[in-house]
């Protein structure tokens, strides 16, 4: 019988993608927002162990739970932590006891973007909340496991209008706005969400255990980003430029937080799209 994979976190942008690529392989759990097949799993409340009686049916658990939004972990410390620290501690010693490899989702925000193009030598120093709270499991995953890969992810985008993406929030603005703000100094390595999926599935069929950054080859501003969908597009609107800073944010944005992705690309089987590929297909999308 081929093994499952459990997705804890199987409601969210990432996990809903697994789901739909793996289908049957995949149990995943969810907590507020009901899902098809899906176990119910309060990672604050509740222990993994109370909710998969079976672990021997999977091969591997990816974890994708916790509040990814910057300002929300700021706005409550405590609130943030428990989920995505002491919660996630928790169920990486469960694991650990099922000696069940692991795929945690961490962030390119545990740099504090000075300089760009982090590579997975560079010791990270993150200035927001939630980047210390990524990295602190980071490190427990790293003293306490073997079977481990830790992905960090640049911004992930999708295709489809109205997933809430970067690109695919922008379709409606540029078709009906004369005008649109952004941010040109914030700059960092945008990654389509296909690719993270197929990425995390060779790195665990090949069992490439390790840390890992992942995202697009160079690093882009969102004007710059803006730009190009409107090239792709043949649209041409205006754009204001401002900075990261003008907008009312609880912790200041790191400005330039861009990754060396050069590790991951050398593992054969992962491939990357460049963003101008994925544009075609966000646009040949559209109605």
Known sequence: MTKKILILGGSSFIGSHFRVILGKRVVPTYNSRKIPGGLKFDAVKQNLADVIKSPEIFEAAIILLGDTHPDSCAKDKIRSRKLNVESIIRIIKVLKKWQLP????????????????YSERVNPNPILTYGRQKLEV???????????????????????????TIFTNWLKQIRTEKNITVAADQVFSPVFVDDVISAVLVLLEKKAWGLYHLGNDRGFSRRQLLELLMQKMGKKIKITGCS????????????????????????????????????????????
């Open 244 to 287: 990261i800073d003008d907008f009312p944010l609880i912790e200041k944005r790191p400005k330039n937080v861009s990754m060396n992705t050069a590790k991951i690309r050398k593992v054969k089987g992962i491939h990357i799209r460049p963003i101008g590929e994925v544009l075609d297909l966000i646009i040949k999308k559209q109605p």
């Open 138 to 164: 980071e490190k427990f995953i790293q003293e306490n496991c073997h079977s481990y890969i830790i992905v960090r992810l640049g911004k992930v985008y999708g295709s489809d209008e109205g997933d809430g």
């Open 102 to 117: 692991l795929i945690f989702t961490s962030t390119e925000f545990v740099f504090d973007g000075l300089k760009g193009n």
